[in-house]
Nanobody, 121 residues
């Protein structure tokens, strides 16, 4: 079955950096656009970043543009999110998923457990 295992979250001070990882399995990873999403406490889940199947095209939410970088390794079925200049408003549980289509942020599969990022001094 399809599985996403996110890792790399933790507590970081404002201005700090973290690198999140997502191990995907159970589907043809290299055939799908991959996305990162996040959900803050009491908030709806929002899309953060997406990367094309070959990794050459990326898109970011305005709130993270210039600070976050998404990448992927199709040989390892992994997708990553490098986060710099973190702000308290980046505090959330972060999830990865495959996009349901090339032109949508809608997730294709059920969610993993996510990884918690807390930005606080």
């Amino acid at each position: 079955q399809v599985q996403f295992v996110e890792s790399g979250g933790g507590l970081v001070q404002p201005g700090g950096s973290l690198r999140l990882s997502c191990a995907a399995s159970g589907f043809t990873f290299s055939a799908y656009v991959m996305c990162w999403y996040r959900q803050g406490s009491g908030k709806e889940r929002e899309a953060v970043a997406r990367i094309s199947v070959a990794g050459g095209i990326t898109y970011y939410a305005d709130s993270v543009k210039g600070r976050f970088t998404i990448s992927r390794d199709n040989a390892k079925n992994m997708v990553y999110l490098q986060m710099h200049s973190l702000k308290p408003e980046d505090t959330a549980v972060y999830f990865c998923n495959a996009a349901a289509g090339a032109g949508t942020w809608n997730p294709k599969y059920s969610w993993g457990q996510g990884t918690l990022v807390t930005v606080s001094s």
